[in-house]
């Protein structure tokens, strides 16, 4: 790797918040490589990448629709919030919602199929509405969740009308029990899921990769310590379990009372209802979650457009 780039400090300062010269040295160190001089500050203790990796940096919509045990998401993006205030822009998210929900979350399908009501695809619609609103859109990801026994609970935060909002979520409760049950409590577990963002159900669901990526690091920082090595994989198991206590539902503090698992709150609702009732999936889109969002000078933009 040559030189390192203004634009690489920055955009690395962004992910972590540490500071330049850090960010410029951790680089040097990684040739270059956002990800592992991310992963270089981390061992040093000097990033905070983990609150920081996930910003919106995107307008636009999560709509959702949800019926017969089944929901769907889909994000539809645009330029600026203006748009997606914009009637005709939300209803074209909430019929691809709705799609989605009957025939499934294949966004390369769903733009070839023909849109309600009129004698255009998707994908025709979608240039329509380009032309005709007059700034750029796109359909960025979508997702199905069924369940054969049990409900889909569904949940928006920050809804900027019915069925569209910033941060959608499906939360999938398998169980015997009467719906009218299990609709409160999954309710509250997808207010949850919105809030703290679970990588996975349980631990044995987590990315392998990921639990490796953090032993390794956790490893590096424990041994830097200088304990013998017996105790510093008792370290690392014991910073292991507390991660876990972080990105893994079933082991997360429940936002509801912020002490009990979730695990322990469906173990006593199972007893409550009298069959066991389990979280089956969850999914959670936070708008233009992973974009990063170009940085404009709105002045400058009007003087050139001013000549």
Same mark, same amino acid.
């Given at each position: ?8 400090? /920055? ?20 040739? =270059?490589d956002?990800?592992a ?8 203790? &000097?990033?905070?990448?983990? /609150?920081?990796? =996930?910003r919106?940096?995107a ?13 769907a &998401? ?13 009637? @005709? ?6 019929t691809?919602?709705?799609?989605? &929900?009957e ?6 399908? &769903?733009? =070839? ?14 240039t ?32 900027? @009308?019915?069925?569209?909002? /910033?941060?959608?979520? $499906?939360?999938?409760?398998?169980s ?5 049950? $299990?609709?409160? $409590? ?44 017996a ?6 198991? =014991?910073?292991?379990r ?7 539902l ?13 695990? /322990?709150?469906?173990v006593? @609702? ?11 999936g ?10 990063e ?15």
């Amino acid at each position: 790797m040559g030189v390192i780039t203004a634009g690489q400090v /920055k955009e690395l300062r962004g992910k972590t918040g540490a500071g330049m010269m850090d960010c410029k040295r951790a680089l040097t160190e990684s040739g =270059g490589d956002i990800e592992a001089a991310v992963d270089w500050l981390r061992k040093k203790g &000097l990033s905070a990448a983990a /609150k920081k990796a =996930g910003r919106v940096a995107a307008e636009g919509v999560v709509a959702m629709a949800a019926g017969n045990g089944a929901g769907a &998401l889909i994000e539809v993006n645009s330029e600026t919030d203006f748009v997606s205030r914009n009637e @005709a822009f939300q209803d074209f998210a909430t019929t691809l919602a709705s799609m989605v &929900l009957e025939s499934g979350e294949d966004l390369d399908a &769903l733009v =070839g199929r023909r849109y309600p009501g009129e004698e255009r695809t998707v994908g025709e619609q979608l240039t329509h509405n380009i032309a005709t609103i007059g700034e750029n859109m796109s359909l960025r990801r979508a997702v199905r969740l069924r369940v054969d026994q049990g409900v889909i609970c569904p949940y928006l935060h920050n809804a900027v @009308a019915p069925g569209l909002g /910033k941060i959608g979520v $499906l939360v999938a409760l398998r169980s015997a029990a009467d719906p009218q049950v $299990l609709q409160p $409590l999954g309710k509250q577990i997808a207010m949850h899921v919105a809030a703290t963002g679970p990588r996975s159900v349980d631990v044995s669901d987590l990315d392998p990769m990921l639990v490796e990526r953090e032993r390794t690091i956790l490893m590096e920082q424990a041994e830097a310590s200088g304990r013998p090595v017996a105790i510093v994989e008792k370290m690392v198991e =014991g910073r292991l379990r507390k991660f876990y206590k972080e990105v893994v539902l079933l082991e997360q503090a429940f936002v509801i009372d912020n002490e009990t698992p979730v695990g /322990k709150v469906l173990v006593q @609702a199972s007893k409550d209802a009298g069959t066991p009732i389990e979280v089956a999936g969850f999914r959670r889109f936070v708008l233009g979650e992973g974009i990063e969002r170009e940085d404009k000078d709105f002045a400058a933009e009007v003087a050139a457009q001013l000549g």
